[in-house]
C-alpha cells in the first residue's frame, strides 16, 4: 500500500513539474508573440506614415501631364496655359531631370496655387515600393491578418482570457471583413455601372507614354481624345502592347468630359482574397478559440485534484 502511495505521489509531482516547464514554455511564448506582432505593428505604422507624409505633400497639388507642347519641355498645360516645371522630384525627394524625352510624358502632382504650380512631384508607375507606399490598403491588410493571426496563438496560450471577449473579437474581425468586401463590391459595381450603362463612348489615340512605365513590352499609355470639337489628354492605368498611333476605346462622363476609363478587369483578386480570410480568421475566434481556452482551463484543475488526492 505504501509503495502504491509513494508511486502515485511521484506521477502527481511529474505531473506538477510537467505543467509548471509548460506554463514556462507558454511565458516565452507569449513574449515572442508580443514581440513579433510589435515588429508588425512598426511596419504597418512605418506604412501609414509614409502614405500620411505622401498625402501631405500632395494636398495642396493637383495631378497633371507633363508633355512636350510647342517646342517647350518641362512644361504642362493648365487651363490652355503652359506652366513650366522649375523642380522636380520622386516619391523620395530626390531631383530629377526636368527634361522630357520624345513620345513620353511624366506624371507628376504639382501645386495648385500660383506660387507652387512649378513645383511638381513625379509618379514611377513601375516603382512597386513607391506604389505599395502611396496606396497601402492590400499590404497593411495582409500585416493585420499576420497580426490577428498571432493574436490568435497568443490568446490559447493565456487561458485566464474569458470566451465572452474573445467572441466579441471575433465579432469586430468578421464586421472589418465584411467592410472589406462591401468595399471591393462597390468598386466593381460601379465600374460596370458606368461602362455597361454609358452610351458616351470614343477612340482615343495613343499619342505618348509614360515614362518608366513598361515592364515585359507593356506600358502605360497617353491618350487623346476628343468630345465635341474640344480634346481632352488621358492617361491609363492599364498596361498595354499597343504603340503610338493605335486606336483604344474609351468611356467619358455625361457631364465631366474629363472622366474616362477603358474596358478593364476591375476585380482585385488578392484584396478579395484578404478580405474573405480577415471573415474566415473572424470565425475561428468564435468558434475554434473559445473552446481551445476551455480546454487549457481544464488542464490545471485536473493536476490539482490529482495532487489534492495523493
Known amino acids: 500500500m505504501g509503495l502504491f502511495k509513494k508511486k502515485e505521489t511521484e506521477e502527481v509531482k511529474s505531473k506538477f513539474m510537467f505543467y509548471e516547464k509548460e506554463k514556462e514554455k507558454i511565458g516565452k511564448k ?35 501631364l507633363l508633355i512636350e507642347e510647342n517646342e517647350k519641355l518641362g512644361y504642362y498645360n493648365d487651363k490652355n496655359e503652359f506652366v513650366e516645371v522649375k523642380t522636380l522630384s520622386d516619391f523620395y525627394g530626390t531631383e530629377e531631370d526636368v527634361e522630357i524625352r520624345e513620345n513620353e510624358g511624366i506624371v507628376a502632382y504639382c501645386g495648385k496655387k500660383k506660387v507652387s504650380r512649378s513645383d511638381c512631384i513625379s509618379i514611377n508607375p513601375s516603382d512597386n515600393l513607391e506604389n505599395v507606399m502611396r496606396k497601402p490598403y492590400t499590404i497593411i491588410n495582409l500585416l493585420v491578418i499576420i497580426e490577428l493571426l498571432l493574436l490568435f496563438e497568443l490568446l490559447i496560450s493565456l487561458p485566464t482570457v474569458k470566451p465572452i471577449v ?145
Open 30 to 64: 507569449s513574449i515572442l508573440f508580443i514581440v513579433i506582432m510589435a515588429l508588425i505593428g512598426l511596419c504597418m505604422i512605418f506604412s501609414i506614415s509614409t502614405y500620411l507624409r505622401w498625402n501631405r505633400d500632395i494636398e495642396n497639388r493637383k495631378e497633371v
Open 166 to 310: 474573445v467572441k466579441i473579437c471575433g465579432i469586430v474581425i468578421i464586421l472589418y471583413g465584411v467592410f472589406l468586401v462591401g468595399y471591393q463590391i462597390f468598386n466593381v459595381t460601379s465600374y460596370y455601372y458606368f461602362v455597361n450603362n454609358n452610351k458616351n463612348v470614343v477612340d482615343g489615340t495613343i499619342v505618348r507614354e509614360i515614362r518608366d512605365s513598361e515592364i515585359n513590352n507593356k506600358r502605360l499609355p497617353i491618350i487623346k481624345y476628343t468630345v465635341e470639337d474640344k480634346d481632352y489628354t488621358y492617361y491609363s492605368l492599364v498596361k498595354t502592347d499597343k504603340k503610338i498611333g493605335d486606336t483604344i476605346t474609351l468611356y467619358y462622363g455625361k457631364k465631366d468630359y474629363s472622366k474616362v476609363t477603358e474596358k478593364k478587369n476591375p476585380f482585385k483578386i488578392l484584396d478579395i482574397l484578404i478580405s474573405f480570410v480577415v471573415i474566415a480568421i473572424g470565425i475561428m475566434f468564435i468558434k475554434v478559440l473559445p473552446n481551445k481556452i476551455n480546454i487549457k482551463k481544464e488542464e490545471p484543475k485536473e493536476s490539482k485534484e490529482s495532487e489534492e488526492k495523493a
